[in-house]
């Protein structure tokens, strides 16, 4: 499996959520939907107990199956999986968000981070 910093494959994700869809897409629609809420202009996830120290949110796809929220809602949105050696951004900064979400490579998400660059 081709993992990084503890996160799954944007090929993983994708084939998850096709699975979910497949299966019964309005009981994922009504799960991803029910912890969303507004907080100003972001659409933010709050988990209910599976995020992680540094603030992203996850959900359980199974049991030894952890997805970064961030993760699943750009991949719902563009209906890809996420391409190899690319990262998801917040361009808003706040890591809860998933309306805010660009595709990045790591070197410019890592300038970015250190002050080193913008965001475009």
């Given at each position: ?32 939907a ?15 107990g ?52 660009q ?18």
């Amino acid at each position: 499996m081709n993992r990084r910093r503890g996160c799954f494959s944007g090929q993983i994700t994708h084939d998850w959520l096709a699975r979910q869809v497949k299966l019964n897409k309005e009981r994922l629609i009504d799960r991803l939907a029910r912890n969303l809420v507004d907080e100003g202009d972001c659409r933010v996830w709050v988990p209910t107990g599976s995020g992680t120290k540094k603030g992203y949110g996850r959900i359980s796809a199974k049991r030894d199956l952890k997805l970064y929220i961030h993760h699943v809602f750009w991949t719902l949105t563009n209906c890809r999986p996420i391409p190899a050696g690319m990262e998801i951004d917040h361009t808003c900064e706040n890591r809860r968000c998933i309306k805010h979400l660009q595709l990045i490579d790591p070197d410019t998400n890592l300038a970015i981070r250190n002050g080193k660059a913008t965001r475009t």
